[in-house]
Structure formats: C-alpha cells, structure tokens
C-alpha cells in the first residue's frame, strides 16, 4: 500500500475559527484522511500574541508570530488566512499568491475590496483562492453556486447573510430583550466581529452580498453603491407590530438581475418579510439563502451563518478541494481561459440605481398626541402618491404616541422626501424611521 501524501497547512490567525480548523481536523482526521488520501499536518500556526491564553495547546515549533513562516515557507502547501482585516491580511494573501501558492480565507472584507486582483494574482500565478466560509458560514453557498447550479442564470438570491444580527434580531423577538443585552452573548458565541460594527451596520452582509453577486453574474459591485444599513434602530415595537401585521423582520441581502434590461440590483437592509417565506423562518444564528435560478426554480440552503464548527467546517471543506487539487485534481475554481467566458456574463451589466427601487415600506412616526396629526400625515404622504395600506397607534405615558404605518407601492425617492416633509412638522418628534417590505414575487 502506498504512503498518503503528506499535505502541509499553515494557519494567519488563531482565533475562533482556526483554532476550530485545527480541533475539527483532530477530531476527525481518520475519516478525513481517508477521504482525502492524504495525510494534513498544520505545521505553522501564526498569531498576533503568543502569550493569549487560547482552547487549543500548539507544539511550540510550530507556534509563531510570525507571517513568513507560512506564507514564504516552500513547505507549506495550503496558507488559510484566518485573521481578519484588510490591513497584513492583504499584504499577505498577495504575496502567498504571487508565489503560486493555495490560499484558504474566511475574510469577506477582504474579497469584497480586493477579491478582483487576488483572483487574478491567483490565476496569474498559478495559484488558488478558495473562499467558501466567507459567505454564509456552514452553508455550502459558495460551491452550490458556482458548481451545482451552474446550468442556471440567477434572477433572484435573497437571504440572511449575517448570523450575529440574525441572532439579535431573534432574542429581541422571542425575548423582548434589547438589542444591547443580547450582542454581548453573541460576543461570547464567537459570532461577532472583532469589529462589530462590521455586523451591526450591515457591513459584513454586504461584503458578502457583493461576493455572491460577483460569483453568480461575473460584476464586482462597489459597497458605497449599494443600499447597506444595519440593525441598530430596530425596536421591539418595529418587531412587535411587524409580527401583528403578519411579517418579521430580517437584514435581508437582495440580488435581482433582469436580464432583459441587463441591470442588476444589490442591496442589504432591514426588511419585513411575510412570516409564509422560508426564510423569515430562519432564526438565531442561522443563515438562510434563496436562489432563483432558470432552470431549477428556486432552491432554499439554511444552515448556522457564524461560530467556530459551522464556519470550520467550510474551511475544512476548502482545504479538501486544495487537496484534491495538489493530487492532480481539475481546479473548481475558474482558470485564466475561463475567466473570459465567464466575463461575458457581467457584459454591458449595470447597477441598477439606488434610488429607483420601488415596493412598500414600513413607516414608524413618533407625534404629539394631538388633533389633526393623522391627517397632517396622510397629507404629507397624498403628496407623493403615497397610500397608507395600515395604521398602527401606540399611545405613550408623555403624552405623545408612536405612529406604525405601512404602505401601498412606492418607491424610495417619494419616501425619503416623506420622512423630510415629517420631520419638518411640529408635531413630530425626530426623523421617522422606515423599513423596507421585501417581496420576493415583486
Ligand atoms: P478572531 O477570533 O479575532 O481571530 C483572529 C486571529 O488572527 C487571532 O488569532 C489573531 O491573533 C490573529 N491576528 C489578527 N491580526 C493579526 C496580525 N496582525 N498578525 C498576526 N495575527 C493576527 O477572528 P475569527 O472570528 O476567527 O475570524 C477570522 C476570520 O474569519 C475573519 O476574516 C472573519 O471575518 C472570518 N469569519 C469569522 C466567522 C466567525 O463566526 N467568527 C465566520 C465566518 C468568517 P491573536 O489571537 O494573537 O490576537
Ligand atoms: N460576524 C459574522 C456573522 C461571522 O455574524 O455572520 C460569519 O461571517
């Protein structure tokens, strides 16, 4: 019997998700090797701080803070960039490419900023760029795409993208908990970003918005020109009344091309969705994505979007294809001829403008309790063809009350001159806030 060929992996980054590479690999390495017919050894282990405590011991030969060791390291097969940021991340993911060598991440940010030129390194230089636990955590979103639904063309994908917000979101639900006592639990899951902004203000949903965009219609989308907002100014009552009304909310990822027009829309919000789609269903930490395609209809993946396994087990998942690869395996990812083919998807596409989505919305207007204010509003709202389609009132002890309106269709020029005209009155305290209402039939 022939020896399994040694496969050399060296991890940038030891946090949550690499120290769950390493436990994982360990905990199943007989049915992995055997699967793979090769044996894995991680040899580096790169970190910022050596003296962290951390759940995992690495033989100290191997335990490093230094970069060079995996990414200039002949030895070394496999480099998963494990660390996060676009800062030394960058830096190093190039120069692992420009060596030709097999690069597993998890780090949207990075892709979504500079995906196009590692790509190309990668291609160029004859190396590799596996990303599939950047996008969606354990769900095999990534693969799905780009191999098991490649007889498709995608005119829609939506769905839950961000496992921490969806987390919030489900205890401020279920709960009645606020949205600050629930992000230090997710903190403690290992769900949150090291900056958290990233998950509260839609951002990380976003970068990987822009990555499935980019895999299913071939056209990097700029994140400052697309709609992205976040969670924070979600209230109990928002979930509250949304639920009364038949809906949930939910930071949704939106990419609809129509190919007729050869337009393509990418946007990531807070949206009430009909508490009969699958994905409204999608609570806690889970991710959940649906894809339209021409040919299959729609097919709808959930799975855990954030935490040490489920996103482990991507890496991992990675890390097998680079072996395969390594042993003479066809690459899964796309080659240099390929990526003129697969340009010709993105040809004469455009973004379709912000400014131009039409649908409902979910207004929430705080008003002093006085004569008249309802009728003040629905002026404001007459004015820019806008109809109420339902009224919610709820009355405050200081004498002022929140008023929870929904819409009939509309769209988000008419709206954002709406919440202007209102938070010029007298009558209304602040800026009204606003939720889209996602329809995936519209
Ligand atoms: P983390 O727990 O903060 O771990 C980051 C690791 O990188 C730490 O070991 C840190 O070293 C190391 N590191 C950071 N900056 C470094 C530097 N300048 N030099 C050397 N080492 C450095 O983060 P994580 O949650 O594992 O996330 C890692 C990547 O996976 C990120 O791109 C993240 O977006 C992505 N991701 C995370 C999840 C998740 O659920 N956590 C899911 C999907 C994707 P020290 O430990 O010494 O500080
Ligand atoms: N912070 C991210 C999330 C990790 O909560 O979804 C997974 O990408």
């Not at 903190?187 to 970003?193: N, P």
């Not at 294809?321 to 796309?334: E, H, K, T």
Request: charged share 25%; glycine share 8%; aromatic share 6%.
């Amino acid at each position: 019997m022939s020896e399994k060929r040694i496969i050399r992996i060296g991890l940038l980054g030891f946090g949550v998700v690499g120290q769950g590479v390493w436990k994982n690999i360990e905990n199943n390495r007989q049915a992995l090797e055997f699967r793979l017919g090769a044996q894995l050894q991680i040899t580096e282990v790169v970190v910022r701080d050596m003296r962290k405590a951390r759940e995992v011991a690495v033989p100290e030969a191997a335990y490093s803070e230094d970069p060079s060791r995996v990414v200039d390291n002949p030895d070394i097969d496999i480099v998963c960039e494990l660390m996060g940021g676009t800062g030394l991340a960058l830096d190093l993911t190039r120069r692992a490419l420009r060596q030709g060598k097999i690069v597993v991440t998890a780090n949207k940010a990075l892709i979504c900023e500079h995906g196009e030129e590692l790509f190309a390194l990668a291609r160029q230089n004859g190396g590799h760029y596996f990303y599939e636990a950047s996008v969606a955590g354990g769900i095999p979103i990534i693969k799905t795409i780009r191999e098991a639904l490649v007889a498709n063309r995608f005119k829609l994908i939506f769905g839950i993208l961000n496992g921490t917000s969806n987390y919030i979101l489900t205890r401020m639900e279920r709960e009645g908990l606020s949205f600050d006592s629930t992000l230090g639990d997710a903190r403690k899951l290992g769900y949150v970003e090291a900056d958290e902004a990233l998950d509260l203000d839609g951002i990380d949903a976003a970068h990987k918005a822009v990555i499935l965009a980019y895999l299913a219609h071939g056209k990097w989308v700029k994140l400052d020109a697309i709609i992205c907002e976040g969670i924070r100014e979600i209230t109990g009552e928002d979930i509250e009344i949304a639920g009364q009304l038949g809906y949930k909310i939910k930071l949704l990822a939106v990419i609809v091309r129509d190919f007729e027009a050869n337009e393509l829309s990418v946007r990531l919000h807070p949206a009430l969705i009909s508490k009969k789609e699958i994905i409204a269903g999608v609570d806690e930490v889970y991710n959940g994505v649906s894809v339209t395609g021409d040919v299959v209809g729609t097919t709808v993946l959930i799975g855990r979007g954030a935490g040490q396994d489920a996103t482990s087990s991507s890496v991992i998942s990675d890390i097998a294809d680079a072996v395969f690869m390594l042993q003479g395996a066809p690459a899964p990812v796309i080659s240099e001829e390929d990526e003129a083919v697969y340009k010709q998807l993105a040809d004469g596409l455009v973004l379709a403008p912000k400014d131009q989505l039409v649908g409902r919305y979910y207004l929430r207007i705080h008003v002093k309790d006085e004569q008249g204010v309802l009728a003040k509003i629905s002026e404001i709202l007459a004015k820019q063809h806008i109809s109420f389609a339902t009224v919610n009132q709820k009355e405050l002890e200081d004498g002022t009350a929140k008023l929870m309106v929904t819409t009939h269709k509309t769209n988000e020029t008419a709206i954002r001159s709406v919440k202007a005209a209102l938070s010029a009155e007298n009558s209304v305290i602040g800026l009204p806030f606003s939720i889209r209402i996602f329809d995936p039939l519209q």
